[in-house]
Structure formats: structure tokens, C-alpha cells
């Protein structure tokens, strides 16, 4: 399993000098911690070796799970495995495909809302992007919108701007 502490860190409940470091700069979080010794515990009841956790983001009442490898994983048959990290955690969970793919990304956070498309804006102050959203999907959203902007500013490192069609 891929997780942004090491194994033995995460097995121990205790972080190495290395991870400590990581903590320090800002690298990784509480968050991303926690969330890496779940999913260990979680390890020894479900087969999670495959599994390639990258960020954990607290917003609010939801916590948001990048993962690099399959989504379905961290779900677990029959969303066992997210179900035990939502208990765990105290919020729902949810999770998302972190790839090259930003369309992708983006589809797994706003699910179960339909994405209609990613623009890319070139101005001088950088590259911004707008994201279409069906308007009768608002409603469906799984986070506010504020907090869901905020999200994809710091996941696509770019000024991001939701619209509604």
C-alpha cells in the first residue's frame, strides 16, 4: 500500500524522523496521517495492497481522498472500507482519482453531478479554469460551492471558477 507516510510509521502509530519532517513542512498533514494508519488498520481486515493513497483535504463535514490507483479500492466491496473510514473519522468520506486526467478528477469530487466540460483560460495573470456544471445538478453537489472552489484551486494549482449551465 502507497501512502504518504512510510509503512512502518503507519503500523506503529509513531513517525519516524523522516515523516516527522514531512509533517513539519507542511509535505503532509494530520490529516494525511491519520488517515494512513486507517487504512493500515483497515489493511488487516480488507485486501488494500493495491491501494495508493495520496491527500486526505478536511472540508468541513466531508473529508476528500485522493487516491493515484483505482477509486474502487478505497471504496471496498460494497463501500465497506469507506464506510470504516467514514465511522472512523467522524465525516463522510469520499473518493477521488488523483490522475493527469483533470477532467477525471474533477468528475469523481462533484459526482453524483454531471460535468459537462473543462475550459482552460489563457490571460496574462495565468491559467485559469471554469467548470461547467449542469444547473439542475446545484442541488446535487456533494460540498458547498465555496469549499468545492476552494478544493480545486489547491488541487489543480489554478484559479478555478464553477459555473452552472
Known amino acids: 500500500m502507497e501512502t504518504p507516510i512510510c509503512g512502518i510509521c503507519a503500523k506503529s502509530e509513531e513517525l519516524c524522523s523522516g515523516c516527522r519532517a514531512k509533517l513539519r513542512t507542511g509535505e503532509i498533514t494530520e490529516l494525511d496521517v491519520q488517515v494512513s494508519e486507517l487504512l493500515y488498520k ?5 485486501n488494500l495492497s493495491l491501494a495508493s493513497f495520496t491527500r486526505a483535504i478536511d472540508l468541513g463535514k466531508v473529508v476528500l481522498i485522493l ?8 471504496i471496498g466491496r460494497q463501500g465497506k472500507v469507506v464506510s470504516q473510514l467514514s465511522s472512523a473519522l467522524g465525516k463522510r468520506v469520499r473518493i477521488a482519482q488523483h490522475s493527469g486526467d483533470v477532467k477525471k478528477t474533477i468528475g469523481d469530487i462533484i459526482t453524483p453531478a454531471k460535468l459537462l466540460g473543462v475550459n482552460t483560460i489563457y490571460s496574462a495573470s495565468g491559467q485559469h479554469y471554469r467548470i461547467r456544471v449542469l444547473k439542475s445538478d446545484q442541488r446535487v453537489l ?20 464553477i459555473s452552472f449551465e
Open 142 to 161: 456533494p460540498i458547498d460551492i465555496p469549499s468545492l472552489e476552494k478544493v480545486l484551486n489547491s488541487i489543480m494549482g489554478a484559479q478555478v471558477q
Open 67 to 74: 487516491t493515484k490507483g483505482e477509486v474502487g479500492i478505497l
Open 42 to 46: 483497515i489493511n488487516e481486515e480488507h
